[in-house]
């Protein structure tokens, strides 16, 4: 019997599939239902009407926002796969006095020429450097107490951010009445602005020119160092071990995190930068396995985040504060939008995801269940052909309603089964075709081997073996079984004395 | 027990309540009597003289309120860190700023004017912060993604939403968000007697529950499994640490500000664990933590102008965790350094003294001299560190030396013969129980000789079968005594120096 075609093992795989399609189905279903409303409730409200009203400063927002969320999502991959999310918390926030110092340093260098050109230039690279140097700071400092103090990291992380932040709060306090510094600025940022002030100036502003060179940055080094950020991700001792320095790489992503973070505080804040950069990844880990994959597609949900968010900003006004009463809303923050719609794609994520999703994981339940059931009931037919009882369809139904108790299931898996053409049913009685007889008896088979393997290998009674290779006969593939009868020698029936198909 | 023990016992597991009760007797007394304002000081010593005398209305409120505050966010905040959750608290602040700029709306749309009700607020922030402590834990169970990733997202996902909406509240026709902005940066210089009352308030409740159920918050901070397998109902447990946490960051927020409260959550409880092993001290010293950086920070901030409280309070409380770090009796870097120095010195001496012993051994005069030069070649140290050990050994009257000739005194020869003792014990130890070959033994037994006293060395002696009397063993692998000019030993031909 080992020697079983090849041609027949793909018989009962086929049967299988063609009784798997329901999952798919509603799948489909779910994800088209899904769309449809939302498209209807779009139609039904117009709420599509206000985005007519899109311009170039639109176009420029957009621009921005998927510049920085594009950027912020490629060292958000690595810091998710590393479990060091809160880190990039940690460098927003730190940064502050950096940023905050570094411009005090530029007045006081300056003197008296504030408003020249050059100036502007100076102060903003200084206020860059500065921030990206107290943010990587803060990464050593974390480190040092962490490992000098034995305070755990998380710990470690808030003592050290929190009170860098503290001082950058006190420093602009104390000196915002000498030089006009807003926090505000640092804190949200605002791409309202920029937009602005590429409208009123005709230029592309800096804010996006930084973004993008960010951008080009992370895209360079990942493709530069991409299996040396994989295996210091995963296994920093593998990478230790073949020569990879992965302390040097810890504090070279944290440079460009940094760097990353700090270029698109102008456009969207210090803290809803932390969406940016964590979410999209966050939310890419769900949808794959491969780090390639969930770069390229945090990359895309994050565009997608921009400009969706950019786009319902404009429209939530019309949809949702209108029906409330408030009509002197024009538009809302269009940043704050995008980090709330991260958080959606990251929502749908978690249920709709394909393999870690929580509904995915329901219907791979229900599938389970379906096939149980679907096996239960060829068992049950091949062994009453075996024994040449009737094969009545209420018999057959009410037999495994005794057993299992849950008639239902039977009924739907039988039907499931007609239609997948593993049974055949001649006005009441049940058949098994061609499919449905080898499907049946790899089921019956795996039961009956299980519970030769079980009673020669394990000190059990009879009475004990089948409800065992009840529950393991729908798990046993063909490779088991034919393991199961090398390890078994030659026999050909089960310890109640039934032939072994 | 006894009953003083069991006092004692009581006292500590009720820390929270003894760092309230001078603070809430005195200064809530001291706030509730009105006077007049005064003239605003000249100098800053009167300054500090009127605000540390209680003498501004002002004053005496904010300080009993940033005390009380302080109070009760390190004494949560140590539940949190023994938990290693410690940045939930700026999770839940974070998600309690939508629920602010949400309630406001709310208030606004039901009836305009109404927004910047304080209570509304208050509850808008306590459903925001409930809602983003238990996304966090939905999160973290309901999916693979990691503790680390859903505190980031849930954080700056329900900021964003609060940024929306207060984008909403800033274009409303009625009234303006000028309030709302006090959550994000604290609001110390204006609090008044009613946001005193409800910190009050809140601080009595998040104190009486810590208080009640100290034991078993402790029993969910160490052994979480241990406390469901015995049929506590740990979840819940775990839901009512959020709920504190919820509470402290409410009323953090009118102080130092939601950016900042969870520094007061995690700065002094950290702190406080580097001076005590015991979670109820703990509690006690970062209670006690939080209040005086509180203190100091309001104190200060009121004497000089255009501070920032908030953030000075968070300074003060980081200035005194930089100190326990250093000093810290428990985990600080002067003490353990201290003990580590101490060790290094002692080992020294020890390598001194086993160095002659062995060198003396194999020359065969245990009493007599020996050159210098002999055991500095021994011991391959530099020339300084043997001058300065055997300094010490003189000092403590182990060792004699006269010139280039050295010899143990009377201690001295007691105290080397235990120390080669402890030594080649254990080194026979390795030999006969770990399967160790005899020329490996030597390094590990040249880091185990210092430690060896009391029950190790007599559980030694029993299963080695030595007698307990001071008898040398014989070395069991050959001991190579070398000398640059003169080869000393039998077999020592060549002139590598093994041991330390």
Redesign the interface.
Known sequence: MTGRPKSALTVVQRARRKSDRLSTWCYMFLAVSLLFSVIGIAVISEAWRPLMKWDAIDNTMVLASVLVAVACSVPGCFLVVRKQSMMGDAISHAALPGVVIAFLLAYMFAGEDHDAESFETIKRSMMFGGAVFVGVLCTLLTESVQRLGRVEGNAALGVVFTSLFAIGLLLMRAKADDVHIDPDCVLYGSVENIALEAYLTGQIPSAIWVNAIALAINVFLVVLLFKELRISAFDPTLATTVGINSRMLHYGLMTVTAITLVAAFETVGSILVVAMLIAPAATAYLLTDRLSWMIVLAMIIAAAAAVVGHASAIVVPDLVLRPLGINSVESVSSTGMTATVIGGFFLIAIFFAPRHGTVSRALNRVKLAIRIAEEDVLGELFRRVERRDTTATSAVLERLGQLHRRSWLNRFALRNLVSADAVRRDDDALHLTEEGVLWAGDVVSSHRLWESYMSKHFALDDDHLHEAAERVEHFLDDEMRSRLRDELGDVDVDPHGRDIP | MTVVARVARWCRGTATIWWLSPALIYLTSAASQASELEDPPTRWTEGLYRVVMLRDYNTRVVLAGATVMGVTAGVVGVFM?LR????L??VVS?AAFPGVAIAYLCAE?TSPGTGKTLSYLLVGATVGGVFGAMATSW?RR????????A???V??????????????VQ???TGNAAGLTNF??GKTASMTWSDLKLIVIASVVVAGVVMLLFKELTLLCFDEQFGASHGWPTASIDMCLNMLVVAVCVIGMQTVGL??V??M???P??AA??WSDRIGTMTCIAGGFGAVSSATGVVVSSIVP???T???I??FA?SL?VGS?LFGVR?G?VPRGYLLFRLRRKTAIHHLLRAFYEAAEVRTQLNGQLPTSLLLSHLGWKERTFAGVAKRGVRKRLVRRDGQEMSLTELGQRESARIVRNHRLWELYLIRYADIAPTHVDRDADQIEHIIEGDILHELERTLAQSADQEVPQSPHAVAVSHPSAVVSGDGQSTKSEGS
């Open positions: 860190l290693k959750r410690a940045l608290g700026d974070h749309l999160i309901a999916t693979r993604v990691k503790d680390d990733a505190l980031a997202i954080l700056s996902v329900l900021f964003g939403v609060g940024i929306t909406a207060l984008s909403i274009r409303l026709e994000i940066y950016l900042l969870v520094a959550l995690i700065i409880a950290a664990r580097f255009d501070l920032a908030g953030a000075l968070v300074l980081a965790f770090m985990q870097l």
